[in-house]
Each structure stands twice: as structure tokens, then as C-alpha cells.
């Protein structure tokens, strides 16, 4: 039997390696949160516990308390199947990269086995050529070629995106709070 695309989602680990603003971690759990995502792994973060964090985690402070505090990177991966590293910097060595929209589909692939890893970068210098290596995959963003670099809650929101477009196949259950819109359209007059 197939799993859920709920399931799927729950096998994806958000691993933040080496953050140095508390407020990226609050963000990334708020973009985390927002797309049906809640492992959080942290490795070696500068600062977490942080009210920063928790102020911009913004509703999201379940994932916070729930965040897996590592020492290692070896820690944070540990039980996974499948990792892949994101990162805007093209290398000549580890995994071929791959699009972020494309990567999603074979990251939900690879959780139906177990466990997935998609592993972030420090904010000033992004993964190290060791922590790519980890990695069976490399993802990035196509972002504008003259200006690539996201914040990390930003990238941690666009693959959080992609993977439940993938897993809902592209079509995830919108629900509103909103009152139903009645207003005839306006004319520009």
C-alpha cells in the first residue's frame, strides 16, 4: 500500500548545520511548519535555545522544542537512507546537482524506504566540501545566476514547498479561515 503523502512528509529531516543566527532557526521551523514538516535537527547551532528563535518561529514552537540538538553531523544523519546537501555553489566533486523541483520527487522516493535528510549550510559559508560529500544528492535553487545566495529560512521554505507539491502531486489541500470573497470583480475605473 502506498504512503501517505502526510507519512512521506514526516520521513523528511531538516538538518541546519552550524547555524550562526538563532532567528534562521525560527524561520526555517515557521517555513517548516507551513508545508507539513516537523523534524528539525540542529548541529552545533551558535545559539538554541534563543528568544529570537522562538519569536520568529512565530507558532511553530513545537518544532523547537521538538528540534534533535546534535554535536556531529553523523549524529544528525544517523538512520537516514537518503541525504542530500543544498547548496548554491556548483562543485567538482560529490553528487551531480540537481533542481530543487526534480530533487523533490527522488527525495520522496528515497522516503519510502526510511528516513530523509536534506542538510543546510552555515549562513555565511554554506556546507563545507566534507559535509557535501555526506550527501548522496546535491540540490539547489534556481535562483538568478548573478545573485544566488537565499536566506536559510527562505531556502529551507522553497524545498519545503517542493516536497509537498510532490508528495500531494501537485496538488495539496488548500483549507481558509477566510470568509468567502462576494465583491464583484473591480473595473479600474
Given at each position: 500500500m502506498p504512503l501517505s503523502p502526510e507519512t512521506l512528509l514526516g520521513r523528511v529531516r531538516i538538518v541546519l548545520s552550524q547555524t550562526s543566527h538563532p532567528g534562521n532557526i525560527g524561520a526555517a521551523a515557521r517555513a517548516m511548519k507551513t508545508m507539513g514538516l516537523s523534524r528539525l535537527s540542529l548541529v552545533n547551532p551558535k545559539q538554541f535555545p534563543d528568544a529570537e528563535a522562538s519569536a520568529r518561529a512565530a507558532g511553530a514552537g513545537d518544532l523547537l522544542a521538538d528540534a534533535h540538538v546534535c554535536s556531529t553531523l553523523d549524529e544528525a544523519l544517523d538512520g537516514v537512507v537518503f541525504a542530500v546537501a543544498l547548496s548554491a555553489r556548483h562543485r567538482n566533486l560529490g553528487p551531480m546537482p540537481m533542481q530543487a523541483r526534480e530533487a523533490a520527487e527522488e527525495i520522496l522516493v528515497q522516503g519510502v524506504q526510511g528516513d530523509v535528510a536534506?542538510?543546510?549550510?552555515?549562513?555565511?559559508?554554506?556546507?563545507?566540501?566534507?559535509?557535501?560529500?555526506?550527501?548522496?544528492?546535491?540540490?539547489?535553487?534556481?535562483?538568478?545566476?548573478?545573485?544566488?545566495?537565499?536566506?536559510?529560512?527562505?531556502?529551507v521554505q522553497v524545498l519545503s514547498y517542493e516536497l509537498r507539491l510532490a508528495a500531494f502531486d501537485g496538488k495539496p489541500p488548500v483549507q481558509t479561515h477566510a470568509v468567502p470573497f462576494s465583491s464583484p470583480p473591480a473595473n479600474n475605473q
Open positions: 536534506l542538510l543546510f549550510g552555515n549562513e555565511t559559508s554554506g556546507l563545507s566540501n566534507i559535509e557535501v560529500q555526506r550527501c548522496q544528492r546535491t540540490v539547489f535553487i534556481p535562483a538568478n545566476p548573478g545573485y544566488t545566495s537565499l536566506n536559510l529560512g527562505a531556502a
